[in-house]
């Protein structure tokens, strides 16, 4: 007993002391990043957030068989910390079991079902692993050789861990230390196949198991220190800091441009040039990445060819941030060490500005990585310490600043949209008048692009329909700043920003209605960083508010089938799904069809993080993905609630010449014209 002891313990404590000193280290190197405010608040939230997502396993379980598998594994060793227990407690006293539940014949069944559960989870993981090989077995590890490598050893060392629990708890049955009775199924069936073994060799297998068991568990913990699966300590820690409810809608921070708290000697950094400019948080994300790959399959650049993957951004930041770790801890920035910027020395120009900023990847990643701030930090870097970013995009920038809309056309076109309705929309000249309701915030796109003038103009014949009462700023309204934002130019946002929130407030202005859904994005999630607070609801959420009132009905004029694009703004950055569905489930002679990706797995039109502005050249462009899968539901009508939306499909249906087939129009457009006479016949 004493020698086993000895090695049992002797083992525990030289593995501790390395994964120890392993994690002091990460802790210093993510604790050596840029502050991350508000990253505690909301503790209510952050543990139902750790209920949902991590003890649910909520975003892997959408992927049916590998996510199943992983849940039954992470639950099976959150249970089996129980036989961690017990094992240790088995160097002490041979017949050890937990006081009060030790011998409880429920928790034998637990153990066992979940032991015999995690070894079936990585016979499934084995399939997979020889079905889906990774692209990237030439990457090779820091420590453990390839990737490919990683894993087998990873599989490797859990069904180590469940075998050789298994055999010290058979060969206990035949020792008669086993503190349970049949319903520890699994340890009984493995007790009967080592009986002829004999009480003597039963009790040294038990030894040497149990020894096993813990030699495994320990050095699978050194093991985790140093491979990506540091994910199982990083990945709750993640969860629990991020942005709550969800980490999309509004950029993480909205850093103070103003410079008035500067001295002369300190060094302004604005964005992210060098690994150290990132937040501790930032810096946790990339310690935390599992490799799994779901952003990288459902992010639109990476599925038309372009170089951008959001898993390979994150893992080569993480790269760096490690071979960097000495200048990192040392801080030592200031001194004047000179240092390559991330980009182009670490991350390549066009993976950068190949983002859409749709959140596909923030979507589907399970650990709650935050992959569009990371990139909009760079973008910041780039645009304003290094004025380096695509040469079109100068001309959008120069626009917004001079004109105040993307295209430069100016303030004095801002109402010519109106002359195409039969009745006057009141112009806010001063104070908004008491008995208009809602402030229409047209947007750029709406009021500026021919197209998108159309859901403008039938946006506002609807809301008349339905008897609200709204006014415009017309000349005085000007860009949001959302894409030079995600453009990466702050300063301009901010001063974009501030205009506007001072023309609302001076106005009177409270309700706000916004048919673009990156306006609405902003004025809703983002202007109140700035001290803009305004009550901000989508022309979509309204729409389907007033046909549920009764306030409007739409009739039988439209019979077709309509297929309904979610815009990323809106749906995915702003959750709202079910509304736009709603007004067209309402139009009697409308036969909905859903895209393959819809909802939460909607593909982006191509549009976002100022990409409308910038030229595609790599590889396929994104609006024709995305309008070949809405063309192939079949569809008559491909309805959108976006001007950018509309836009780009509009331009990807002539381009695959279906417009005499398909129309793309905006949600209010198929509301009015089910309010016509006679129905429109489906081409």
């Not at 937990?98 to 429920?106: N, W």
């Not at 209605?513 to 979509?540: D, K, M, Q």
């Not at 046909?547 to 979610?566: I, Q, R």
Request: charge should be neutral; proline fraction near 5%; include cysteine.
């Amino acid at each position: 007993m004493p020698l086993r002891l000895g090695i049992g313990l002797g083992v525990t404590a030289v593995m501790f002391a390395i994964a120890g000193r392993r994690f002091f280290w990460l802790f210093r190197l993510i604790a050596a990043g840029q502050p991350a405010p508000d990253r505690f608040k909301d503790l209510g939230k952050r543990v139902k957030a750790e209920v949902i997502e991590v003890g649910g396993q909520r975003k892997l379980l959408k992927w049916t068989v590998p996510g199943a598998a992983h849940a039954m594994t992470f639950w099976g060793f959150t249970i089996l910390l129980l036989t961690i227990i017990e094992a240790y407690g088995d160097l002490f006293q041979r017949n050890f079991h937990i006081p009060l539940i030790g011998q409880t014949a429920v928790i034998g069944f637990v153990e066992d079902f979940f032991t015999v559960a995690v070894l079936v989870a990585l016979c499934v993981f084995t399939v997979i692993r020889f079905q889906h090989s990774p692209k990237r077995e030439n990457r090779r590890s820091r420590f453990f050789g390839s990737h490919t490598t990683a894993a087998w050893i990873t599989l490797g060392l859990i069904a180590g861990v469940m075998i050789s629990l298994l055999l010290y708890r058979g060969a206990q049955v035949n020792t008669g230390n086993f503190p349970y009775g049949w319903w520890a199924f699994a340890s009984h069936i493995v007790g009967r196949w080592l009986h002829p073994l004999g009480t003597g060799v039963n009790s040294v297998i038990e030894t040497t198991a149990l020894l096993a068991n813990i030699a495994l568990i320990t050095g699978f913990l050194v093991f985790i220190s140093y491979s990506k699966h540091l994910h199982i300590f990083m990945a709750p820690i993640n969860v629990a800091t991020s942005r709550r409810p969800r980490a999309l809608g509004a950029l993480a921070s909205t850093p103070d441009m103003s410079m008035e708290d500067v001295g002369e000697e300190d060094e302004v950094v604005f964005g992210a040039g060098r690994i150290e400019d990132f937040s501790w948080k930032q810096l946790l994300d990339l310690a935390t990445c599992t490799e799994c790959g779901r952003c990288q399959s459902q992010c639109p650049a990476w599925n038309t060819g372009k170089p951008l993957s959001p898993k390979l951004v994150i893992m080569t930041l993480r790269d760096n941030l490690f071979a960097s770790a000495d200048r990192v801890l040392a801080k030592n920035r200031a001194a004047g060490v000179e240092v390559e910027t991330l980009v182009p020395s670490v991350i390549e120009p066009d993976v950068l500005w190949s983002c859409t900023t749709c959140g596909a990847c923030v979507e589907q990643c399970p650990v709650d990585i935050e992959h569009i701030d990371t990139i909009v930090d760079m973008r910041r870097y780039e645009v304003l310490m290094e004025s380096r970013f695509p040469t079109e995009a100068g001309l959008m920038l120069r626009n917004v600043e001079n004109q105040g809309d993307p295209w430069g056309l100016g303030a004095s076109k801002r109402t010519d949209w109106t002359a195409g309705l039969d009745f006057e929309v009141p112009v806010v000249s001063g104070t908004i008048p008491d008995d208009i309701e809602y402030l229409y915030w047209v947007g750029c796109a709406g009021a500026l692009d021919e197209r998108a003038r159309k859901g403008t103009q039938a946006t506002a014949r609807m809301l008349r329909q339905a008897g609200v009462t709204f006014a415009i700023l017309g000349p005085k309204e000007s860009c949001t700043g959302d894409p030079v934002r995600r453009l990466g130019n702050e300063y301009l946002y901010q001063e974009q920003a501030k205009a506007n929130i001072e023309t609302l407030e001076s106005a009177g202005v409270k309700k706000v209605i916004a048919s673009c859904p990156h306006c609405f994005n902003s004025l809703a999630n983002e202007y109140p960083a700035l001290g803009g607070n305004f009550e901000v609801i989508h022309h979509s959420q309204l729409l389907a508010h007033l046909v549920e009132a009764g306030k409007l009905k739409p009739g039988t004029g439209y019979s077709g089938s309509v297929t309904y694009h979610d815009p990323c703004y809106l749906g995915r950055h702003n959750r709202v799904f079910d509304e736009p569905r709603a007004v067209i489930s309402a139009i009697p002679g409308a036969k909905q069809v859903e895209m393959r990706r819809c909802r939460e797995k909607g593909f982006c039109c191509g549009a976002g993080g100022a990409r409308m502005w910038l030229e595609e050249n790599i590889g396929k462009r994104v609006n024709m993905e995305r309008t070949e899968e809405a063309l192939g539901t079949g569809a008559d009508v491909v309805s959108t609630a976006c001007p950018y939306c509309m836009i780009m499909l509009d331009d990807a249906v002539k381009a695959n010449q279906k417009e005499d087939e398909v129309r793309v129009l905006d949600l209010s457009q198929l509301v009015e014209e089910s309010l016509s006479e006679a129905p429109t016949p489906a081409s």
